[in-house]
């Protein structure tokens, strides 16, 4: 019976998802509305699209069985990630909102950094777009691994019919409803993250004997739970904090920026994007100080998983509720799953329409291009579903890469198009390439390779190729001729922008 309740509230949950995919495909008419929403993004639905299209299973289960096993030491990243999306909101969001239209109308990243380095040669455009249509291929593959996992672990069933049930709903509403589908349900999944990471450590803390029963308990259990030094190392601490370097170049999220009515949407996402995040990482905190209590006065045997702690979030929820609630909170993890994937698939389809298709020359018209970016998610989606029917996969390994790759290559190019008027297209592409050569290098001969998020004492990838990508691209735009006169000018009309949000008409052409 229990089994039933729980079907019923996935079916629930499932049916909603599709119901704004359809909501949201009866306002898509046209291939910007499809890859960017027509730039009338409303702020609040940007915040929590972007933090839910981020955070993914991470941190529902990931963040707390890590605090759950090692304590506080392992908060380091998601101080660092907190960090990062504060600094990208405030920084990059209302420069890049109001340059991608400025430069051409740009609505990719790879298109951008064409229009705005005036990139005749679409050569950094098409090598930006295969690197992100490669990549997030396979992270699109990682996350429907890991919903058929999860549909096997709590619902009994066969993982390929979990998986193709998770893959299959995700795929239909952003098929149809493209980037408003993929926002819309980010904003209710990112809604039901937050509640379930309030709800089950607050109950847990009262079945537990309140605040002061719940310390005493960890106490017991790790005396050092609070300290965020223990066990800790320089080189650990440093590797946790660089995972924030990586938002600056996570095309999934920046795109939201682009997506913003105006430059002065970018404060309002700002408080409502960190509310949300800093609100989940606590509960996540306290989802493994609840557990911790809980199993230490009800037996740690009850933890489904041992090895890792990362099921304390699962377990809690169905020891503490009734089936029919547990269900909706086992669907938080879902939600951040194929909140994800979703986004995922948007940014990977625009890049074969938008950027690999017409970086080589194909013009599409508004209709060619809505339908493309449709026909470009179910591509992408069949090579991703191919790659999940193996759920031991190695191509899974590279999930790891893909936050620091896109970090390295991306997010120094990002931050000197917007900040640095100098910045040339040669300097650019070499610093772009190289970054992630060398992200991916340093990652793949590390001395101890066990992709582990929070492990050791080995230097995260993305602070070197970051700081390569960054140094290259000032070394080589100093050695280039200069940006035209033209690409001057289209720099100073985005800073005269940011005061009102405005745009002139007549520095703003037909996308190209």
């Not at 672990?153 to 066969?158: D, L, R, V």
């Not at 999940?388 to 620091?404: D, G, M, T, Y």
Request: hydrophobic residues 55%; contains cysteine.
């Amino acid at each position: 019976m229990d089994l039933v309740f729980k079907l019923i509230a996935l079916a629930i949950y499932f049916g909603a998802m599709l119901g704004i995919g359809l909501y949201a495909f009866r306002k898509t008419t046209d291939g910007e509305d499809y890859m960017l929403g027509g730039r009338q993004l409303h702020p609040f639905t940007a915040a929590l699209s972007a933090g839910a299209s981020d955070m993914s299973g991470w941190l529902l289960m990931g963040l707390p069985g890590a605090l759950y096993m090692n304590g506080l030491v392992e908060a380091w990243i998601a101080v660092g990630l907190t960090v990062g999306a504060g600094l990208n909101w405030f920084f990059v969001a209302p420069r890049l909102r109001q340059y991608t239209q400025i430069a051409s109308n740009s609505i990719t990243v790879p298109s951008f950094f064409g229009n705005r380095l005036h990139d005749r040669t679409n050569i950094l455009r098409i090598a930006a777009g295969v690197i992100i249509l490669v990549f997030f291929t396979f992270y699109v593959s990682s996350g429907m691994v890991a919903g058929g996992v999860f549909f096997q672990s709590m619902f009994g069933g066969p993982y390929l019919t979990g998986m193709l049930l998770v893959a299959g709903v995700t795929i239909l509403y952003t098929l149809f409803g493209g980037f408003l589908g993929a926002s819309y349900t980010d904003v209710v999944q990112g809604l039901i993250m937050l509640v379930s990471l309030i709800i089950v450590p607050v109950t847990a803390m009262f079945v537990v004997g309140g605040p002061g029963a719940m310390f005493e308990s960890v106490r017991q259990v790790n005396a050092d739970f609070g300290s965020m030094t223990a066990g800790a190392t320089a080189v650990g601490v440093i590797s946790s904090l660089a995972w924030g370097l990586g938002y600056f170049g996570q095309p999934h999220i920046i795109v939201r920026f682009m997506a913003l009515r105006s430059s002065r949407d970018a404060k309002y996402g700002l408080v409502v994007g960190m509310s949300w995040m800093v609100l989940c990482v606590l509960g996540a905190i306290f989802t493994a100080l609840a557990g911790l209590a809980y199993f230490q006065q009800n037996g740690p045997e009850l933890l489904t998983d041992q090895k890792n702690g990362e099921s304390v979030f699962l377990d809690l929820s169905q020891m503490l509720f009734h089936p029919l609630i547990a269900g909706v909170l086992l669907a938080a993890v879902l939600a951040a799953i194929m909140s994800t994937i979703s986004s995922q698939l948007i940014v990977t389809s625009s890049a074969l329409v938008e950027d690999f298709l017409g970086g080589i020359g194909m013009r599409l018209s508004a209709t060619g291009k809505l339908w493309g970016g449709r026909i470009g998610v179910l591509a992408v989606s069949i090579i991703a579903l191919i790659l999940a029917l193996n759920p031991e996969s190695s191509v899974l390994a590279l999930v790891a890469f893909a936050w620091a790759g896109f970090g390295a290559a991306f997010g120094p190019i990002v931050l000197l198009a917007l900040f640095w008027r100098r910045l040339t297209a040669a300097g650019a592409g070499v610093g772009m390439i190289v970054g992630a050569v060398v992200a991916f290098v340093w990652g793949q001969f590390r001395p101890d390779v066990d992709w582990n998020l929070f492990g050791g004492d080995h230097l995260y990838e993305i602070v070197p190729g970051f700081a390569v990508c960054l140094i290259l691209a000032v070394v080589v735009s100093l050695v280039t001729p200069r940006p035209s006169a033209q690409a001057m000018r289209e720099f100073d009309a985005m800073e005269a922008s940011l005061a009102t949000g405005e745009i002139a008409e007549e520095k703003t052409a037909d996308a190209v």
